[in-house]
């Protein structure tokens, strides 16, 4: 499988992960979910693995401009609907690797995960 990291191209967080990456000299892919989205069953795995709550990025400017009543209250299924038709409202990023899943940028906990030995 290798690194695969999910995110959104011209997002600072993902640009300093990608950097990481880069200068650590770990190979991956880059998928832009952005422009090609998240298939629902990734993103279930996804919410079963770190909670609804930690991968929809309620802070952002995408869910802000939700309508209200897709806002309220708010369940898996209901942020699983909204991630899938909103691909720009899952946090980021995401890398999926041989290990496991990492959710978010902490150069400490991607070094443990990442590097042999790390």
Same mark, same amino acid.
């Given at each position: 499988? #290798?690194?695969?990291?999910?995110?959104?191209?011209?997002?600072?967080?993902?640009?300093?992960? &990608?950097? %990481?990456?880069?200068?650590?000299?770990? +190979?991956? +892919?880059?998928?832009?979910?952005?422009?090609? #989205?998240?298939?629902?069953?990734?993103?279930?795995? %996804?919410? #079963?693995?770190?909670?609804?709550?930690?991968?929809?990025?309620? !802070?952002?400017?995408?869910?802000?401009?939700?309508?209200?009543?897709?806002?309220?209250?708010?369940?898996?299924?209901?942020?699983?609907?909204?991630?899938?038709?909103?691909? !720009?409202?899952? &946090?980021?990023?995401?890398?999926?690797?041989?290990?496991?899943?990492?959710?978010?940028?902490? +150069?400490? +906990?991607?070094?443990?995960?990442? &590097?042999?030995?790390?």
């Amino acid at each position: 499988m #290798g690194v695969t990291l999910f995110g959104i191209r011209n997002c600072d967080t993902v640009k300093q992960a &990608r950097a %990481w990456l880069a200068g650590q000299g770990i +190979a991956h +892919a880059f998928h832009d979910y952005k422009l090609a #989205g998240v298939d629902a069953e990734r993103l279930a795995a %996804w919410i #079963g693995r770190f909670g609804w709550d930690k991968v929809l990025n309620r !802070s952002g400017t995408t869910f802000r401009k939700l309508p209200d009543d897709e806002k309220a209250d708010l369940d898996a299924a209901k942020a699983l609907a909204i991630l899938v038709n909103n691909p !720009s409202a899952i &946090r980021r990023p995401i890398v999926e690797h041989d290990g496991g899943v990492l959710l978010g940028f902490d +150069a400490g +906990a991607w070094e443990q995960a990442l &590097r042999p030995g790390g």
